[in-house]
């Protein structure tokens, strides 16, 4: 990673190459997924089942401006309509209500969800005045294992110095 982003935080180098090191799991940045819509791309990283305990691939961007600058983020209908989930499929059935979550001193909600009958997702919407991070995840696993890996992923101190940056728009 010398030379690339920890040396300027936000910087992005080429998509693909690298990997993020968080403990035993090992992520991979991959290419963003999902079509233009009316927020830039984010970033998007997979992590294998040796090294996570379940294939998981992990999407995140913010989105300046977009959350209620008294409240953050509220309740479950706003991580519903606002974490991207939708974007891995438009068929996603939470399974329980979400609970409050601190991603890298960022505070919001966490949920979890099926998609199309047959996968696992998780929904994060955490906010900083009012700036929002949405977080999508999906794996091949049990919601425990998707939740598990994605915030250990989101612990890590190369994610959370590029969280920081975005929501400053840098």
Known sequence: ?????????????PV???????????WR?????????????GRAFRCGIVECGAEVEVYLRPKLGFCNCDSGVADDDE??????????SPRFVPLRAGDAVDVADMPGRIRVYRLDGSRT?????VSHHCDLMAVAAQGSGDAVQIQRATL????????RRWMAAAMEGR
């Not at 963003?32 to 791309?41: E, K, L, S, T, V």
């Not at 519903?80 to 891995?88: F, G, L, N, S």
């Open 1 to 13: 990673m010398a030379g690339h982003r920890g040396d300027v935080p936000g910087a992005r180098r």
């Open 16 to 26: 693909g190459r690298g990997r993020l090191r968080d403990g035993a799991a090992a």
């Open 29 to 41: 940045e991959i290419a963003w997924p999902f079509p233009r819509d009316g927020w830039p791309a």
């Open 79 to 88: 991580v519903d309509r606002v974490a991207d989930v939708d974007m891995i």
């Open 121 to 125: 997702a998780i929904g994060i919407a």
């Open 152 to 159: 250990k992923f989101l612990e890590g101190r190369e994610i």
